[in-house]
C-alpha cells in the first residue's frame, strides 16, 4: 500500500516560514535537522497537530547545482503570483477556523464562501504560497 506522508513548499525563508506554520497557523514541529555533509542542508518539516502521519516540509530555494539562477528566479515569480503549489487544509468549522487564524495574524485573501463543495477559504504564506481551508460536503461517489 502506498501512502501520502510528505508533502513541499518552496520557502524563500526557513525561519519565517517556520513562524508562521507553528505559531499562526498552529501546526507543531515535526524535522528541523541541519546536515553539514550536505552544505548545511536543513530539513524542517511541520504538520497538524494531531495528524502525525503528514508533514509539510519547508523547503528553502537552492542553489547551484541543484537549482540555477534563472530556475530559482522563475520559482520565486510562481509564488509571489500563488502558483508554486497549493495546500489544501480541511477543518469542520471554515468559519470558526478562519476566525482563529486571523486572530492569530493570518491575512485571507478570500473569506470564508459557500461552494457546491463546502465553505472554502484562502490564504497565503509569507513566502507567498496558495492555501486553501475548506470545510468539505460529503460528495457523492463518482
Known amino acids: ?4 506522508s510528505t508533502v513541499q513548499l518552496w520557502v524563500h525563508d526557513q525561519d519565517a516560514a517556520l513562524k508562521f506554520w507553528t ?3 498552529g501546526f507543531e514541529v515535526r524535522a528541523d535537522v541541519t546536515v553539514p555533509e550536505m552544505g548545511n542542508f536543513r530539513w524542517l518539516t511541520v504538520g497538524p497537530v494531531g495528524q502525525p502521519d503528514v508533514a ?4 528553502a530555494i537552492p542553489g547551484a547545482p541543484v537549482m540555477d539562477a534563472g530556475t530559482a528566479e522563475e520559482v520565486r515569480n510562481l509564488m509571489s503570483k500563488g502558483f508554486a503549489g497549493t495546500i489544501f487544509l480541511t477543518t469542520e468549522d471554515c468559519r470558526l477556523s478562519y476566525e482563529e487564524l486571523k486572530r492569530r ?5 478570500e473569506q470564508p464562501e459557500e461552494r457546491p463543495y463546502g465553505i472554502d477559504s ?3 504564506d509569507p513566502s507567498g ?3 486553501r481551508l475548506t470545510q468539505a460536503r460529503e460528495l457523492a461517489n463518482v
Open 1 to 4: 500500500m502506498i501512502k501520502l
Open 56 to 59: 509539510i516540509v519547508l523547503m
Open 122 to 124: 484562502s490564504f497565503r
Open 105 to 109: 495574524g493570518v491575512e485571507f485573501v
Open 129 to 131: 504560497n496558495s492555501i
Open 23 to 25: 505559531e499562526k497557523v
